[in-house]
């Protein structure tokens, strides 16, 4: 009999710790919670700790609370000018409703592929009004605002905050890509000859300037130099002429002895000249006087002032 009553009290005990157990549950600092009673949403619970709840007639969904990454699949956009762009874009998103989550989505599965249409949705619309130019300019900041606000207002009826959309990749389209690149090409090349073009401009002017710089030196360097040898022969003829009137017999001499060498110098010049010649008055006498006895001008002599 004790024994019955022991098996039955240890039964009972144990049901009651069985019991007990499953109407605790914990939500994690991380985690959001939705109590469900036959399937339907009873109870949100957002702070974290050990809760209760209505054992085998109630159960627990568990949602994140942290920021959750989406990255949404390569999309095929064609542009306002028919050029087909490839985008590749990430989404950071929260869950800010579990309830309106919960009946709108389901779990984070379903949220992830409705977030993907979505964004590729958004994408093509706004991508969609625009040249491919648009997006290589300052203008693209323009139109992730843009794409932004798409995805965040429909975001919000599935209860979720999408905090930030931005492009990863985009790439033309194979297609296009060889025609785009040959296009660069030809431009890049056109912009090579325009640049060599005005260099050679460019010094072509800049030799011309040289030249005519070089002239004007020149030929201010001549005029400076004829006046130099002018000024230079005019001080030589002016010793001249003083020396001639010091001492007018030491300079005729001195100047057929001059005379005398550069003619007879190089030991084969031959003169045929009469012997009485005034050009040999010295050889004749020292004074150079003629056989009269008369002194001869000399032809080098300065005139006396």
């Known amino acids: ?30 985690q959001q919670a939705i109590v469900l009673q036959f399937g339907n949403p009873v109870r949100v619970i957002q702070e974290p700790g050990l809760k209760l709840k209505v054992p085998f007639i109630q159960n627990v969904v568990y949602f994140d609370k942290r920021l959750l990454d989406f990255d949404a699949d390569a999309t095929e956009v064609i542009m306002a000018d028919q050029k087909r762009l490839v985008v590749d874009a990430f989404a950071r998103y929260r869950i800010d409703d579990p309830l309106r989550f919960f009946q709108a989505a389901g779990n984070e599965a379903n949220m992830r592929a409705r977030l993907g249409a979505i964004v ?31 995805v965040v207002n429909e975001a919000k009826q599935f209860g ?6 931005r492009i990863m990749r985009a790439d033309l389209h194979p297609d296009n890509s060889a025609a785009i690149y040959a296009r660069m ?12 073009a005005e260099g050679a401009e460019l010094a072509q002017r ?9 002239t004007i030196v020149l030929a201010e360097a001549q005029r400076q130099a004829n006046i130099l040898r002018g000024q230079g022969d005019g001080e030589a003829t002016r010793i001249f002429a003083d020396a001639f009137n010091r001492d007018p ?13 550069k003619s007879l110098g190089d030991g084969g010049s031959t003169l045929v000249l009469s012997p009485d010649s005034d050009f040999f008055r010295y050889f004749r006498d020292q004074r150079g006087t003629d056989s009269q006895g008369q002194r001869p001008p000399s032809p080098n002599a300065a005139p006396r002032r």
């Open 1 to 30: 009999m004790n024994r019955t009553v022991l098996s039955a009290a240890a039964v009972l005990v144990g049901a009651a710790v069985f019991i007990g157990l499953s109407a605790l549950f914990t939500v994690h600092q991380a």
């Open 120 to 150: 590729n949705s958004s994408l093509r619309n706004v991508l969609g009004s625009v040249p491919f130019s648009a997006v290589l300019t300052a203008r693209r900041a323009e139109l992730m605002r843009q794409i932004s606000e798409v």
């Open 160 to 165: 979720v905050a999408v905090l930030d959309v």
């Open 185 to 196: 090409q030809t431009e890049r090349e056109r912009e090579a000859r325009q640049e060599r």
């Open 206 to 214: 800049i030799r011309a300037e040289a030249e005519r710089d070089r």
């Open 249 to 261: 017999d030491f300079y005729g001499f001195y100047r057929s002895l001059q005379a005398y060498q």
